[in-house]
């Protein structure tokens, strides 16, 4: 009787440590994963807001589809300036996706203005949080994928 709750206290702790294992394995697999532009792939729906010449609001809705080439092309569904809005902007725009899943992004509009960012990747590339770096804005946008 004694050998048999010690043959299953052993079968519980080798399940235990080898059910540990996996889970480190796992998360050490996704902690390894590098991205690439070909990680920024798909049309996402983007929203942002904030100030524009730091007391402007400013929002935006777009959607954009990333080519996995760091190429992109969309429209800006609605902008709006301090109240003033717009309305299907056409935009081109290039990407670079750095391995740690960083991403820097330059989107001209069609009347030639440009908007830069950097920020970051992430659920599988399914969604990036990123700001904008330009001077005098104070803009977060988020994109999350709604196909590929």
Do not use: H, W
């Not at 440590?17 to 902690?31: E, W």
């Not at 440009?114 to 803009?139: E, L, P, R």
């Amino acid at each position: 009787m004694k050998s048999v709750k010690s043959l299953a206290t052993l079968t519980l702790c080798l399940l235990s440590a080898f059910s540990t294992l996996v889970v480190l394995d796992t998360q050490r697999a996704k902690a390894g994963k590098t991205c690439s532009n070909r990680t920024l792939y798909g049309t996402y729906v983007n929203q942002s807001e904030g100030y524009i010449n730091y007391t402007q609001p400013y929002a935006i809705t777009s959607i954009i589809t990333y080519n996995g080439d760091g190429t992109s092309g969309g429209t800006v569904l609605a902008n709006s300036v301090a109240g003033n809005v717009t309305t299907n902007v056409a935009t081109r725009g290039k990407y670079q996706v750095n391995s740690d899943c960083t991403v820097t992004i330059s989107v001209t509009r069609n009347n030639g203005t440009t908007a830069n960012f950097s920020g970051v990747i992430f659920d599988d590339g399914n969604k990036f949080n990123v700001t904008q770096t330009d001077a005098g804005t104070i803009v977060n946008l988020k994109g999350e994928r709604i196909r590929n």
